[in-house]
Every structure is written in structure tokens, then in C-alpha cells.
């Protein structure tokens, strides 16, 4: 619990003494070594020392409000942007920087978000403090209960009445349709896309995951929970294999809810979902369900089944029937309501309506007379006429009132009239002089020769009657010289002394009992003496103007290759340095005197030159001497532009538009905003629109290809030329299909001219008849004889052709609408 500290209550009541605004302005956060949370807060101690602060929090206007008069309460609100720190002590500080509140706490741990490395944490803190008029004194109007909310737990809150909503709706477990089904997809086992509500949180899958078994067989669990991420609570979910698995609370404190999904064989799977149909929106899902239901009692509801069967079924359009029989329909509902509204109106006259039936007239007698009709339809004025009092018209100097407080009488003063003072008084007027009024124990303003006698009622510093008091000691004596007796001037804060101004009986002044330094006491030329070294005052751990450079317009000689110098200003001439002849450089020691740092600058170039180094560690613990020197490049060495020329192509994995070149995809842009590249190509690829712009190249969808400049690999090719499709020369092999069985008509063959052939005739045989017959005697044991040649001839053969016909040659083809090679399509830019 937060504590007021003295230097707070004395600060509220100088404010409230003073009638000033009480400004709490900051919370201050430290952790104090060894502090115990539990110890009683010290009141009268000062803030921690700077080296204890790890943060200190402005508050905002709206985050202060008040609970009631005496209490107003300050808010700190630390993002997850803020960290790294750890705190026990929490105070509030005013614009003064007076110490105001103080808590003690339990060591608190504030993180900043460093996504993925560090979730980081929210912290709010309140200090709520109370005195009396502590709304009025810090001039605070918002009411807290307006902004002081646990925001944590409200949020944690809504989620888990949304979740549970969800789960009156769906249940424990309710998978819409095929959403997050098991299946399995040649020897992967995967979830099918799709969505379900465990215990109330919504699971999505927009899109099948893969998910490997630890073994089979096995039950594969959905386990879900609402969790945190960065600033928000999602779902999240894991698929665990196992053959029972029980909801649980993680070590964080989340809540799993595990339902199962299936049981997993080497050949099958179950689907242990609780599935519905449910394939779009629920409530058009419930809507479309058609069907009987037989538990649904409207097939044959009457009204005595749902508790109205007192209704009667006659109606009437009689407004004014009073039977419990009869329904009464709209139009006598209509007549009734017609009737009351008259009733309101006035048109017909009843009870307490707003116009009387007869008008009447209020009147008013006595002191005044006065009359007006009033019938209650509108607002009426009464018009007053006052009775004579009986007092002449006149001026008077003094009157007579009655009872009634009505004017009866006047007439003018006379002296008795005012007692005590001297009638002459009336005729000169008011007196502007103290004397004029017989005053003698005032000191007049002015030239005067009175003076106030002022005393103590007696001797002493403390007097509490107001903020300045100037006075003298009551009965100071020669003998009366103690410093209490002393005339002086007090100052006050409230009730407590700050302060007073004296004069000792030796005529010193003295400021709360301290001799005041005065030309009687002090001599400057004497006093005041200052030296001009710092020997002059005996210091001897200074380092004087001029060394090390400091303060001087040279630096001094020193070996710059030594490891250990001092740090400071020092140059270095003509010689040999493994950094640089004739440089003028700053060292930069280190924690230990064995490394340091140097950044050094030539001199006498036309462009500077920039040099820097460290030293190295080659071997264990011990160094071995500087690194190479190494020269920082700017613009007078080194054109950034140069470093890709304007034109230069760029081809990247990346499809994000790269900071210094454009998409080189054809588009006309501005000659003058582009002018290095319009500069490089100009024209080339296209003039634009003739005089504000030019046109990049275009490389969408093609290969590029370097000129071949006279390799003969692409003769003929000129700079930003394109090439169309083509292959290579080849061949293909071809077949052609048989014609099919057929024949040619009409073919013969044309005689070699008439001749003979001759054989000789067996001469032991008569085969009688003379028949030029060639055989053997009767078939039986004869011989056989060549016949006689017939001499070279020819047999002419005439084919008569079967008619046009074809063979088919059929040729196999194959390939896309272009050749091309195996390729990746990458982004190409152009250097600007």
C-alpha cells in the first residue's frame, strides 16, 4: 500500500496554504537492493539515487482521476515496447520533483516484446492516495470509475464468456462436415481442411495438414487452447498420438481441452469425431433442415398444451362489452383508444384533463388588484395593479416601512437622526483625514514623524499568527542579551519557521541564528583570491588544458603504434607507422590498457582521408598488436552510384521493388526524375511520349541473352533485338502402313513369235503313228533326252497399273506453344 511521504504532507500544506494546484507529474520505478516488501515504508526517506531508477513514467492527463473529494488515484500504463527492467519500489513525484508517494512491492519483471526471441508484458499500476480536499487541491475532474479497469481481466473475461457461449451452442466437441477429418493420402497421414468448436474455441484449418504417428496402432487427440501471443489470445492446437489423453493445465496456466480425432492401423482408420453436417452459415444450416421431428410438438399443439387454453375463441368488435368470453379485435381496441385520446385532448371533458369544461377566472385583491379567465388549455398572464400606499410621489431622505414592507411615509434626516456625529459632518461631507474623524492611534501615510511600537508578549524565534511577522522584545534591558531578546523579522511556512532575519546585541545580522557576510565582517580582495592553475588550489588528479589535445589548438607528438596511450587528441609526422604518416587521430582506451581503438585522419590530402583500427586478440588472452588499418570510404572516395552504374540489371528472389531501380517491364517514366538512366539509354526502348518521358526495357516472359558482338554463336544480332521461338535443325524418323493386299487387272503376257523346239526320237522304240511324241517305251525302262535349243529370244509382259492411290506416312509429334529450356522465373530490375 502506498504511503504519503513527510515532504508530501508538508507540500500539500503549502499548497493548500498558498491556494496552488497540487501537480503529481511522474511514477518512479527502481529496485532497491534488499528491500523487504513487507517492511513499513519510510516515510522521511529521499528518493533512490540514480543508479537504482530504471524507468521513470510521465502521467498522462486523462490517466489521474477521483474516487471521492479525499481520494484521487494516478495511473501508469507500461507498454510491451518497454523493458528491459526490474522494480520493487514504486513512488509518485510532483512537478516540483518533491517525493510524494512511496510503495514497496515484490521484485516485478517488465519486458519488452523482441518478436520471436521475448513475448513481452503489459504492466499497469495504480497509486491511490487520500487527505482531505485531495480533488480540489490537484484540480482533478475525471471520475476514475470512468478509465480505472483491470483491462487483463476484463479481456481474459470476455474470452471466457465467448468460449463458453460457443459452448452452449456446439457442445463439448462439433466438427463441421469433413473439417479436420483423418486420411490418408498414399502413406501420409494427414488433416482435411475445414473447421470445429472444442469447449468453445474455434479451430480453423484453411488449408490439409500433414501429421506423422509416432507408432501404430494409436489414437490421434486434437489438443486446443485458448493461449497469448503477443498482445492477443488465439487458438492454437497440436494433433498428439497417445491411447488416452485427459484435458490439462499447462505449467503457464493454460487450460487443453483433448478431444479424439481417430484411431490410426497400418490399414484403416476411425473417425472418433463428433461431426455435423454443416457446411455453411449454422443458422441457415438449422433453417434448412427439413423433415419430421417427432419430438417437436407442433405437428399437434393446441392451446391447452401451451398453457393457453383460458382463451376464449368468440370475438367482437364491441369497445364497450365486458365479457371474459370474448376476444376484443382491432377495431374496438381502435374505438377505445379514439376515446382516450378525446379524453386527453379536452375535447371531452373528465377527471383530470387538461382543459376545464368551463373556464374560470382567478382574481387577486388587497395590496393589488388583478383579474384573467383561465379554462387550462394554455398558459395565462395576470396583469397586477398596485393599491396607493399613501405616500406623496417624492424624494426622501429617509421613509417609513410598514409591516407589509410597503412605503407609508417619508421626509428628511434630521441631526437625530444619526447619533453620535457631529451635524456639521453631514454638510462638508466624508472627512479623507484620520484627525477628521478624531482618530489618534493610527500611523497616517505620508511624511510623519510617529512610528509603530511593536513587541514580543515575549522572548523567543516561534510565533505562529502569520506568514511575515516584524517585531521588537518586550523589556530588552542592558543586561538582556541572549539572542532571543533580539528584534527581529520572521518568516513562515503554515506554522513552522523557516526562517528569521535578527540583529545580535554585538549589531551582527543573523539569518536563522548565522552571521550574515557584510563589509564589517568580509573583505572580498582578500577573501575572494582565485587561482589560475590547478596547482593554485593544490589538485593533482586534473588533466590540464592542452594535454592530450584538450582545449588546445595542437595535439601532441606521440607514438601512435604503442598500445596503452592516454585517451585523447595526438598526431603523428613523417615515419614509419603501420596506420598512416602525418595523421592527427583520437585514441580510444578500453577497459584494460592492454586494447584500445583509433580513428585517425591524414592530412595534407586534397580529399580527407579517414582511418580506423583496434587491437587484435591472435592467441588466447593476449594480444598481438593492431589490426590492418582500414579506410572509411565517403563520397570524395567512393561514388555510391558508381557502384552499380545506372542501366544495370538486377534479377532477385525477391518480388519487392528494390530501393534505387524500377521493374523492367516497359513502362514510360519521367526524364527528369530518372535522369542517370535516361542518360545511359536514352531512347532506346522506346521515346515515351516524345519529350517528358522515356521507356524502360521490357524483359517480362523472355530469356536474355548477351549480344554476341562477333563470337558467331548469334550472328547478326544487334542490341535490344528479340528472337522469336525456334528449333534447332533435326530429323525425324518416319513410317509409313502397309497399302493392304491388291492387285493389277488386266496384265498379260505377249508371245516371242511362233518356233519349235526339237528332241530326238528313242531309236529301239516304234511308238508307231509317227507322232512327234518325246517319252519312253511305254513308260518303262526308256532314257531321257535334252530337247534341241530355240535360240536367244524374248516374252513381252504388260502390267495394267491398279489407279492412284496413296500410302500414309505418319510422323509423331510432341511439345507446348514455345521451346524452351529447363528455367526459373525471377524478378528483373533496372538500375536507376
Known sequence: MARITLAGESLIAQKQGTQQVLNVARFIFANVPGLDPQSPIDRAAPKPPANQIVHTYTIPAGNSGYVNPNQVVYSSMLGSDIGDFDWNWLGLETAEGVLFAVAYVPLQQKRRNIPPLQLGNNVTRNILVEFT????????????????????????????????????????????????????????????????????????????????????????????????????????????????????????????????????????????????????????????????????????????????????????????????????????????????????????????????????????????????????????????????SGATAGTYTKVTINAKGLVTGGGALAAADIPNLDWSKIGSGKPTTLAGYGITDAIPTGLTNKRPQLYAPEPGRHYNQGAMVIREAQLVVATQTHFDYAPRINFHWGDITAGDLAMDASGVLQWSGLPIWTAHNFTPATKADKATTLAGYGITDGIKKGEYGLGSNSAPTSAIDTIGLPGGFHHFGSGSSSFGEYVSLINIPYGSSAYAGQIGMQQGLAEPRLLIRSVKNDAGNSPSGWTPAREVYHTGNLNPQAIVPAGALLVTFSRKLQSGYLRANGAAVSRTAYARLFAEIGTFWGAGDGSSTFNLPDARGIFIR???????????????????????????????????????????????????HTAPRAMNNNVGGGSPNFTTANYENGTTAATHSAGNHTHALSMVGDGSHVHPVTVAGDGGNEARPVNLALYHYIKY
Request: charged content about 20%; proline content about 3%.
Open 706 to 756: 548477351d549480344v554476341d558482338d562477333g563470337r558467331g554463336l548469334d550472328p547478326g544480332r544487334v542490341q535490344g533485338s528479340v528472337q522469336f521461338s525456334q528449333n534447332a535443325w533435326h530429323t525425324h524418323s518416319a513410317s509409313t502402313a502397309e497399302a493392304g493386299w491388291h492387285y493389277h487387272p488386266g496384265s498379260s503376257i505377249a508371245a516371242a513369235g511362233e518356233h519349235t
Open 133 to 388: 480536499g485531495a480533488q480540489e487541491l490537484t484540480g482533478i475532474t475525471i471520475d476514475a470509475s470512468t478509465w480505472q479497469h483491470d483491462f487483463t481481466a476484463r479481456l481474459k473475461g470476455i474470452d471466457e464468456r465467448e468460449r463458453l457461449s460457443n459452448r452452449d451452442v456446439y457442445g463439448r466437441a462439433c466438427f463441421f462436415d469433413s473439417g479436420l477429418q483423418l486420411e490418408k493420402v498414399g502413406q501420409i497421414y494427414r488433416l482435411k481442411p475445414g473447421q470445429a468448436y472444442i469447449e468453445g474455441v474455434r479451430v480453423l484449418l484453411s488449408a490439409a495438414v500433414n501429421i506423422t504417428p509416432t507408432s501404430l496402432p494409436t489414437t490421434a487427440w486434437l489438443d486446443v487452447a485458448l493461449q497469448r501471443q503477443s498482445n492477443d489470445v488465439v487458438a492454437s492446437w497440436q494433433v498428439a498420438f497417445a491411447a488416452n489423453k485427459a484435458d490439462y493445465v499447462d505449467s503457464a496456466g493454460t487450460q487443453h481441452y483433448c478431444i479424439a480425432l481417430g484411431d490410426l492401423t497400418a490399414v484403416a482408420i476411425t473417425d472418433r469425431r463428433a461431426v455435423e453436417p454443416i457446411k455453411g452459415p449454422l443458422l441457415q444450416h438449422l433453417a434448412a433442415r427439413v423433415g419430421t421431428y417427432p419430438q417437436l410438438r407442433a405437428q399437434a399443439t393446441t392451446k391447452d398444451d401451451v398453457d393457453l387454453g383460458n382463451i376464449p375463441n368468440a370475438i367482437s368488435d364491441d369497445a364497450s362489452s365486458n365479457s371474459s368470453e370474448i376476444l376484443a379485435t382491432t377495431k374496438a381496441v381502435h374505438s377505445v383508444r379514439v376515446n382516450v385520446a378525446e379524453l386527453v385532448d379536452g375535447t371531452t371533458p373528465a377527471g383530470k384533463a387538461k382543459q376545464l369544461a368551463t373556464a374560470r377566472k382567478i382574481a387577486i385583491s388587497g395590496a393589488g388588484t388583478g383579474n384573467v379567465s383561465f379554462d387550462g388549455s394554455q398558459d395565462v398572464t395576470l396583469n397586477l395593479t398596485l393599491a396607493d
